[in-house]
């Protein structure tokens, strides 16, 4: 049974501790909530001497950068704002979830072939440990240098500026992460169940999609969540190898800059739009991103 002294010297230990907790997801939480103040506000608020804070008390709000967002413009602007250049922000939201997508689960599926391979499968002139560094070397250059290469090669083949190179490219740049954390989880899979369903007479690819992958689900989110992230959130390659069809949402982020200043408003908007396909995928993940951490550290 604990003393009373105790009692009294841990009191002042937890509001010690929630004060801080508090203090922290102030810290944090407070950009979400000046891109959300700063998303209804106009130039004056904006730019005024004094920063304004609280809608409704320091500030009128006003719907201008979510009208821009959808391709609507306010007032007197559509005197020297073109209704398609704000139209076209909806255009680089749909690239941005299209090449995800699609990078994310092509990098999937090759990633469950390779690391497929490299558990089940001993290759006789390169070790598997030395093709498995190989592949995440991949990882270690930087996107600046591949930039140019990956520039002039699509423009050779007349895709530059098109959906199909991004998706090529990101898959081939997150195929190595991806790669290296399906592989640690085949290797958790026991060989015996899949010995088991080949004297069944299940082939290969059944025992694969039928014993392996389902076992191995949290690893296969984790790595489809990193994927999806690192595409999301991509800007230079996206930027050397677009113009304008396949613009994606970070890269016309950019161009919200004009002669009158940076639109901080619309800035805000896109910003707040950024977040939420991410948000989405990882709150749908949630439970197997939990399972594949948990198992990761029984491992360890």
Same mark, same amino acid.
């Given at each position: 049974?604990?003393?009373? +002294?105790?009692?009294?010297?841990?009191?002042?230990?937890?509001?010690?501790?929630?004060?801080?907790?508090?203090?922290?997801?102030?810290?944090?939480?407070?950009?979400?909530?000046?891109?959300?103040?700063?998303?209804?506000?106009?130039?004056?608020?904006?730019?005024?001497?004094?920063?304004?804070?609280?809608?409704?008390?320091?500030?009128?709000?006003?719907?201008?950068?979510?009208?821009?967002?959808?391709?609507?413009?306010?007032?007197?602007?559509?005197?020297?704002?073109?209704?398609?250049?704000?139209?076209?922000?909806?255009? +680089?939201?749909?690239?941005?979830?299209?090449?995800?997508?699609?990078?994310?689960?092509?990098?999937?599926?090759?990633?469950?072939?390779?690391?497929?391979?490299?558990?089940?499968?001993?290759?006789?002139?390169?070790?598997?440990?030395?093709?498995?560094?190989?592949?995440?070397?991949?990882?270690?250059?930087?996107?600046?240098?591949?930039?140019?290469?990956?520039?002039?090669?699509?423009?050779?083949?007349?895709?530059?500026?098109?959906?199909?190179?991004?998706?090529?490219? +990101?898959?081939?740049?997150?195929?190595?992460?991806?790669?290296?954390?399906?592989?640690?989880?085949?290797?958790?899979?026991?060989?015996?169940?899949?010995?088991?369903?080949?004297?069944?007479?299940?082939?290969? $690819?059944?025992?694969? +999609?039928?014993?392996?992958?389902?076992?191995?689900?949290?690893?296969?989110?984790?790595?489809?969540?990193?994927?999806?992230?690192?595409?999301?959130?991509?800007?230079?390659?996206?930027?050397?190898?677009?113009?304008?069809?396949?613009?994606?949402?970070?890269?016309?982020?950019?161009?919200?800059?004009?002669?009158?200043?940076?639109?901080? $408003?619309?800035?805000?908007?896109?910003?707040?739009?950024?977040?939420?396909?991410?948000?989405?995928?990882?709150?749908?993940?949630?439970?197997?991103?939990?399972?594949?951490?948990?198992?990761?550290?029984?491992?360890?």
């Amino acid at each position: 049974m604990a003393s009373p +002294y105790f009692k009294v010297q841990t009191m002042p230990r937890k509001i010690g501790i929630y004060i801080v907790l508090i203090l922290w997801f102030i810290f944090a939480i407070f950009p979400i909530y000046w891109a959300i103040t700063m998303s209804f506000k106009d130039a004056p608020a904006v730019y005024g001497k004094k920063p304004t804070y609280l809608p409704f008390v320091d500030f009128k709000p006003t719907k201008k950068a979510w009208m821009h967002l959808v391709g609507k413009a306010v007032g007197g602007e559509a005197e020297f704002i073109q209704m398609p250049v704000l139209g076209e922000k909806l255009r +680089y939201l749909r690239n941005s979830i299209v090449v995800a997508l699609g990078s994310s689960v092509l990098t999937v599926a090759f990633g469950i072939m390779a690391g497929y391979g490299l558990t089940r499968y001993e290759y006789k002139r390169w070790k598997n440990d030395d093709i498995s560094f190989f592949i995440l070397s991949q990882r270690m250059f930087p996107p600046v240098a591949l930039a140019m290469p990956f520039f002039l090669l699509f423009t050779w083949v007349r895709l530059i500026d098109r959906l199909p190179s991004l998706i090529i490219v +990101y898959a081939i740049m997150n195929m190595p992460i991806v790669t290296w954390i399906v592989k640690e989880f085949f290797t958790d899979v026991p060989k015996e169940l899949e010995e088991a369903a080949l004297v069944d007479g299940c082939t290969r $690819w059944k025992a694969l +999609y039928r014993i392996v992958i389902p076992m191995a689900v949290p690893g296969i989110a984790v790595a489809f969540l990193f994927s999806f992230i690192f595409c999301w959130n991509e800007f230079l390659i996206a930027l050397t190898l677009t113009f304008k069809t396949a613009k994606t949402l970070p890269v016309g982020m950019a161009g919200l800059t004009t002669l009158r200043g940076p639109l901080y $408003w619309d800035i805000a908007a896109n910003s707040l739009v950024i977040m939420v396909p991410p948000l989405i995928v990882t709150v749908f993940a949630n439970k197997y991103i939990i399972r594949g951490l948990a198992l990761g550290a029984v491992k360890q």
